[in-house]
């Protein structure tokens, strides 16, 4: 069974700290990473993509990427209340080029 | 630049009824996929289509649900004979080529409720 894995939260930060959500994969050939923002009642939002092992920053976003120990995480520098959201990874599995697979999400509340 | 247009925004349907939802995909993008979230549930990946064909069905269920996307207009998703367990909210992305090397973007969906 293909797995992506989350901590559903809520996972609290304050205001201006750093916010770090992780998620892991079961699949050691997967490719293509992916983090989406979803508000409540809102659609997911695409952040970053990654695809190679190692950082990659955006703005206040880095996604971090180790295929070796099958996990991807997004760091978000100075946190903002408006950053409270769930947040979706996603991934596309070895021979499963056609679809994302999510995770489940973690929630992110940041505090005042 | 117009994103992903998916309509009606919110469906209620009679259990028995059929329901059809719309996706319009961003121009220049020639692949739709289509994603069911139940509440408190993550996002289940349905279809897959291209202009005229449907790539992969895995998770669409066997009976009642359908899926087309033809060479002109939106991608329809349809479901004959809804039941109370069909209400969820209805997600269409699409992508300009396959999301193993594309990013993929979502529609507002359709929330749709059976009574």
């Known amino acids: 069974q293909k797995e992506v894995e989350q901590n559903s939260g809520p996972l609290s930060v304050p205001e201006g700290a750093i916010a770090s959500l992780n998620c892991t994969y079961s699949d050691r050939g997967s490719q293509s990473f992916f983090w989406y923002r979803q508000y409540s009642g809102k659609s997911p939002e695409l952040i970053m993509s990654i695809y190679s092992n190692g950082d990659k920053e955006d703005g206040r976003f880095t996604a971090q990427l180790n295929k070796a120990s099958q996990y991807v995480s997004l760091l978000i520098r100075d946190s903002q209340p408006s950053d409270s959201a769930t947040y979706l990874c996603?991934?596309?599995?070895?021979?499963?080029?056609?679809?994302?697979?999510f995770g489940t999400g973690t929630r992110l509340q940041v505090t005042l | 630049n117009a994103g992903v247009m998916q309509n009606p925004r919110h469906l209620v349907r009679r259990r028995g009824q059929e329901a059809r939802l719309r996706c319009s995909p961003m121009?220049?993008?020639?692949?739709v996929y289509w994603y069911r979230q139940l509440p408190e549930e993550g996002l289940k990946f349905m279809v897959y289509l291209q202009k005229e064909n449907i790539i992969d069905e895995s998770g669409m269920p066997k009976e009642r649900f359908s899926a087309e996307f033809p060479k002109e207009g939106p991608s329809i998703l349809r479901i004959q004979q809804v039941v109370r367990g069909d209400s969820a909210a209805y997600f269409c992305a699409s992508s300009p080529g396959q999301v193993l090397n594309t990013e993929a973007f979502f529609g507002q969906g359709t929330r749709l409720t059976v009574v």
């Open positions: 121009k220049g993008h020639s692949h």
């Open positions: 996603a991934l596309t599995f070895t021979g499963t080029a056609s679809k994302l697979t």
